[in-house]
């Protein structure tokens, strides 16, 4: 196969998966921005997680926020095991990205939040997870395959 052909191959899985997500989009998106609205305006902001690379992604959607003026912040799962959950209190959001939704990092750090009152939004693919059952809201984020040729690597999930 050709590069080119290849490279079209892989943007339509990507449209594809984008397609699948855009149709999964219902009442927990709308749940996620009242929660989202609702803690700014306490002085909250939105602290986002995720484990490898969930948390390049957790990266680019905390830029983005803040770029558009909505406090965000970036909180490693391993580093707030140690300390650095101190950053979250009751007025935040917790955007916790795990496609399985059960990375123990994440699920570690969920008991926490929750005894702080923080929300948890979690962007997950699997809606029965642990995760997504310890969440307020949840946004799915699944797709049927990955555009890598052995289905692995995350491409078309982030």
Do not use: W
Request: proline fraction near 4%; aromatic fraction near 2%.
């Amino acid at each position: 196969m050709d590069r080119i052909t290849r490279a079209k191959e892989v943007l339509d899985m990507e449209l594809d998966g984008l397609r699948n997500v855009q149709s999964l989009i219902g009442e927990d998106f709308d749940a996620t921005i009242d929660l989202i609205l609702e803690r700014l305006e306490s002085g909250g902001k939105v602290v986002i997680t995720g484990v490898g690379k969930n948390l390049h992604i957790a990266q680019k959607i905390a830029a983005t926020l803040t770029s558009t003026g909505t406090p965000a912040v970036i909180l490693h799962p391993g580093e707030a095991m140690h300390g650095d959950l101190g950053i979250l209190d009751g007025r935040d959001v917790l955007l916790a990205l795990s496609y399985s939704g059960a990375t123990e990092e994440l699920m570690a750090m969920l008991p926490i939040a929750k005894r702080r009152q923080a929300c948890i939004v979690a962007m997950t693919g699997i809606a029965d997870s642990p995760l997504a059952k310890h969440s307020d809201a949840v946004l799915l984020t699944s797709v049927t395959r990955e555009a890598c040729p052995f289905n692995l690597a995350p491409t078309a999930s982030t």
